[in-house]
Each structure stands twice: as C-alpha cells, then as structure tokens.
C-alpha cells in the first residue's frame, strides 16, 4: 500500500509570511517527490519535482527532500493571496520505469490573508 | 491552455445512460492517464496507457471502460454509473516518469 499523508489544514497564514506544508510517504524505495496546486474547481498544476536529498529552490517556493525520514516538505516565502489553493504532495514510487504513476496526498488548503 | 484538452467538462447522467469522457493531448507524449478525484479523497489514479497499450487498472469497476486509439487520445466510457461514481475525472500525459500534465477535467454528476 503506497500512503502518502499530509495535513489537511487549513493552514492560515498572513501575506507576507512563510508557509510551510509537509508530506510523508510509506514506500522507502520512492524515487520521484511533486507538489501541486490546485485552485478551487480547477485541475492540478505541477509546481515543484525534487528527486535528490536537499533543498530545491525555484523562485518563492522551496522543496524539501529527507529520503531517510521519508519527509518532504514545501516551503512558500512572501506568501500572497494568490498563493490561496489547496497544495498535493505526489510520490512516485515505481523504480526504472519510464511511466510518472503518482500517488497523491489529500492535500493541504492554504489561506493568505492581506 | 495545459496542452491536455477534456471534453466535455460537464456531464450530467442518469445511472442507465451510456456516456463518455474524451481526452487529447498535444504535447507528442508517450503515456495517458485517468485520475479520479472525489470529495474529501486523494487523488485516485484508474488506468495507464503506454504507447497506447495499458499498463495498469487500478481495480477500476467494470462500468468503467478506457479507449486508446493512438497515443494523443484516451477515452473513458461510462456505463450504468453509481451516484457515488459523481466525481471530478482527470486526464493526464507525460513524456517520462518525471512529469505528469493534467487536463482541466471534466466534472460528472450521476442522478
């Protein structure tokens, strides 16, 4: 059974502010780590992959990777209103295949408030 | 404009009709996929095509019946649905085991 759990918030946050959102998996072997953001009524838009152990920055978001704790985390600075959505962690789990199979998380909803 | 187009993105149906779910993607990817998202439940993946061959059902109900004709469509047909089936249907392609693209969805009611 491939798990992947997040809390389900809400999560509140002043604009301006860091938001943090986590993710656990079960599987140890999973090679693939993304997180999505999902507005209200429309489809998951992919805004951050990380593969390797560490940080990957790319903008106001941060992704965090800890294979060994099985953790991965999104770290969103300067938080705007904008930024309102509900956040997926997906995992891929499948090793040396050449399909992206995703299992998700329930998400997270995260609300910035000016 | 994601590059994967659903149609439609509305369906209302009754539990006898016979419908379907279309799906096309424009970006010369090699795998399709059908997600299901319900109320207060992770995303549900149902099948994978590769190559439009599939390579995976996700102990998706019979009334449920996927379509590939070649690697830029996938189809999803519908048939003597529950009202529980009432869900949020995703089409989805990628290149590699890297990066999965959704389209819009299309939203389906069971009455």
């Known amino acids: 059974q491939k798990e992947v759990e997040q809390n389900s918030g809400p999560l509140s946050v002043p604009e301006g502010a860091i938001a943090s959102l986590n993710c656990t998996y079960s599987?140890?072997?999973?090679?693939?780590f993304f997180w999505y953001r999902q507005y209200s009524g429309k489809s998951p838009e992919l805004i951050m992959s990380i593969y390797s152990n560490g940080d990957k920055e790319d903008g106001r978001f941060t992704a965090q990777l800890n294979k060994a704790s099985q953790y991965v985390s999104l770290l969103i600075r300067d938080s705007q209103p904008s930024d309102s959505a509900t956040y997926l962690c997906a995992v891929n789990p499948d090793r040396g295949s050449t399909l992206g199979r995703l299992y998700f998380g329930r998400g997270t909803q995260l609300t910035v408030w000016p | 404009e994601t590059g994967v187009t659903q149609t439609p993105r509305h369906l209302v149906m009754g539990m006898t009709n016979k419908k379907s779910l279309k799906c096309e993607q424009h970006?010369?990817?090699?795998?399709m996929y059908w997600y299901k998202q319900s109320a207060k439940k992770p995303l549900e993946l149902m099948f994978v095509y590769n190559f439009k061959e599939q390579t995976e059902n996700n102990s998706v109900p019979s009334r449920f019946s996927p379509e590939c004709p070649n690697s830029s469509h996938l189809f999803l047909h519908l048939h003597t649905l529950q009202p529980e089936d009432s869900a949020l249907y995703l089409c989805?392609?990628?290149?590699?085991?890297?990066?999965?693209?959704f389209g819009e969805g299309s939203w389906l009611t069971v009455v």
């Open positions: 970006l010369g990817h090699n795998a």
């Open positions: 599987d140890r072997g999973s090679q693939s």
């Open positions: 989805a392609s990628s290149p590699d085991r890297s990066t999965i693209y």
